[in-house]
C-alpha cells in the first residue's frame, strides 16, 4: 500500500515509522510546503521522497492528510475532485463537522474517511515522529455511514496495523467531546504558560522552581499554534461552552481560598478526584 503523507510532522511521521515495523507492505511519499521539512523526511526514512500533491496521488492508494485542519477543510474537496476510483482520502483533524461538512455532497464522498486519532504529543516536524505513537490509543471515525465499504476496509487495515482501537461518533458529538476533553486543556495549559510568564519576570525562578506538576500542565503549552489556532476557531462553539464551564469552576475556586473555606475546598476537590476512577477503568 503506498500513501501519500501531506503534512509531514508527529502525526504522519510516526504512522509511517508505526507501519514499517508492523509490515514491509507499505511504502510513503511525501508532500510539505516546506522544503527543510522534506529533506528531513527523506532523511529520516519516513518517505522515500517528496512530490507535489498533484504528483503523489498519481502513485498513492491512499492520501492522508494531516496539515492543519483549515488547510485540511480547504485541500479535501479539490483531493476529491481528483480521486480515481480505487484511491481512498483520510484525514487525522482534532475537528470534524466543518471538514465533513465542506464534502457532504460532494460525488466522491464515499472515498473520504474522517479519522481522528487520540494520540500526539507537544512536539512538531518530521524530527518529533515516534514509532508506537498509535499503538492503544482510541481511534474515532466520524460520519462513517457516509463513507464506502471499500474505504472503510482500508482505513481499517490501517488502523488495525497501528493497533488502535476504533469507535465511531458523529461529527457534532465528536467536535462536542473534544472540545471538553483535548481542546479545553490546551487552551488551559496556554494560557497557564501566558499567565506565569506575564507574573513572573524572573526567567531563572521558572525555571529553578518549575516542580514535575508545572511541567506536565504546562507541556501543551509548547504545542504549535500554527496547528492549535485554526482548531480553535473551527471548534469554538464548543470550546467557548466548555470555557464558560471551567471559567465558573475557576471563580467558584477563588471564592473558596478568599474565604478561607478550607472544608468546601476540600469536598470540591474530592469531587475532582473522582476523574481518577474513569481514567483508570480497563
Not at 480515481?84 to 484525514?91: A, E, G, T
Not at 465542506?102 to 474522517?114: D, L
Request: glycine share 6%; aromatic share 4%; hydrophobic share 40%.
Amino acid at each position: 500500500m503506498n500513501i501519500a503523507i501531506v503534512g509531514l510532522g508527529l502525526m504522519g511521521g510516526s504512522l509511517s515509522l508505526s507501519l514499517k515495523q508492523k509490515s514491509s507492505q507499505y511504502s510513503f511519499i511525501g508532500v510539505d510546503h516546506n522544503p527543510q521539512h522534506c529533506r528531513e523526511a527523506v532523511t529520516r526514512g519516513l518517505v522515500s521522497r517528496c512530490l507535489t500533491l498533484e504528483q503523489a496521488m498519481e502513485e498513492a492508494d491512499v492520501i492522508l492528510l494531516t496539515v492543519p485542519v483549515d488547510a485540511i477543510e480547504q485541500l479535501l474537496p479539490t483531493v476529491l475532485d481528483q480521486l480515481s476510483p480505487d484511491q481512498v482520502v483520510m484525514d487525522f483533524g482534532s475537528t470534524k463537522e466543518r471538514i465533513c461538512n465542506s464534502v457532504r455532497q460532494h460525488p466522491k464522498r464515499g472515498q473520504y474517511v474522517a479519522a481522528h486519532p487520540m494520540a500526539g504529543t507537544e512536539n512538531t516536524g518530521p524530527a518529533a515522529a515516534i514509532a508506537g505513537l498509535y499503538s492503544g490509543k482510541i481511534n474515532i471515525l466520524c460520519e462513517a455511514g457516509h463513507s464506502s465499504a471499500s474505504a472503510l476496509r482500508t482505513a481499517a487495515d490501517i488502523f488495525t496495523d497501528l493497533e488502535m482501537e476504533t469507535i465511531k461518533m458523529d461529527a457534532r458529538s465528536h467536535d462536542m467531546h473534544t472540545a471538553y476533553i483535548s481542546h479545553l486543556s490546551h487552551v488551559s495549559s496556554f494560557m497557564l504558560g501566558l499567565t506565569v510568564l506575564d507574573i513572573e519576570k524572573n526567567e531563572k525562578n521558572i525555571f529553578n522552581l518549575a516542580g514535575s506538576g508545572f511541567q506536565s500542565t504546562v507541556r501543551l503549552a509548547m504545542s504549535s499554534p500554527e496547528m492549535w489556532a485554526p482548531i480553535f476557531l473551527q471548534n469554538s462553539r464548543h470550546i467557548s461552552l466548555a470555557l464558560e464551564e471551567y471559567i465558573s469552576h475557576l471563580q467558584e475556586f477563588k471564592k473558596l481560598i478568599d474565604s478561607h473555606d478550607g472544608g468546601e475546598m476540600i469536598r470540591s476537590m474530592e469531587r475532582a478526584n473522582d476523574i481518577r476512577r474513569i481514567l483508570k477503568k480497563e
